[in-house]
């Protein structure tokens, strides 16, 4: 862990004092980063990938083989 207790309490507070906007736009961003940093390790992992294969690897990793098979399917129409 990379934040001391104290300065996690201090950014916890900011967060809870910061309006509902602030509050989601910071959620939009958090979720955006850690979307960045998962498909990150899995260009890592797979350097020969294209950008559309790390997409579908992404999803069958986070919402199962079904969904991927399915959007590869899609993606595959979509191109013809």
Request: glycine share 2%.
């Amino acid at each position: 862990m990379d934040t001391s207790p104290e300065a996690e309490q201090v950014q916890i507070e900011l967060i809870r004092k910061a309006s509902l906007t602030k509050r989601i736009a910071l959620m939009e961003a958090w979720s955006q980063f850690l979307v960045e940093a998962n498909k990150q390790n899995i260009r890592q992992k797979h350097p020969d990938a294209s950008e559309e294969e790390i997409g579908l690897i992404f999803v069958e990793m986070h919402y199962g083989k079904k969904l991927a098979d399915e959007v590869k399917v899609t993606l595959a129409r979509r191109k013809q």
